[in-house]
């Protein structure tokens, strides 16, 4: 993966029980700060509907180098490691989409697949 495709990020949380509303506070200063940064063009923060304790960070940005880019800018990785908030450590990665590349072969261009 090059520094300038389009990437989805995805970071997982799992808080301590009572720490929902300082990190909901805390995180949702950045994602306010994503959505308003050119480069980013979607950031959602999403809870399990049954895990009330289990969250994940969903962003969309033009490139890893812009991701980068915004962490370094809002010290993520200190909070990451440093907010007492979560009882275990973040998981963090990085997707890129594969379903334009197989749009684009002849085998999938144009014929509908039968999902059994």
């Known amino acids: ?7 989805t990020t995805i970071i997982t949380f799992r808080l301590h029980p009572g720490s ?3 990190w909901l506070a ?4 950045v994602q306010n700060r994503a959505r308003a ?11 399990n509907r049954h895990d009330d304790a289990e969250w994940l960070a969903v962003s969309e940005w033009d490139s890893a180098s ?18 007492d908030t979560m009882c ?3 998981h963090y990665a990085f997707f890129q989409t594969v379903a334009d590349e ?13 999902i059994p």
């Open 102 to 114: 197989m749009s684009a072969s002849p085998q999938g261009a144009g014929h509908p697949v039968s």
């Open 66 to 83: 812009d991701h980068d880019a915004f962490v370094r800018e809002v010290g993520m990785i200190w909070l990451l490691r440093c907010m």
């Open 37 to 47: 940064t050119p480069s980013c063009h979607r950031f959602q923060l999403l809870c």
């Open 1 to 7: 993966m090059s520094g300038f495709e389009p990437v």
């Open 26 to 29: 805390l995180w949702t200063q």
């Open 20 to 22: 929902r509303e300082p």
């Open 88 to 90: 275990e450590r973040s």
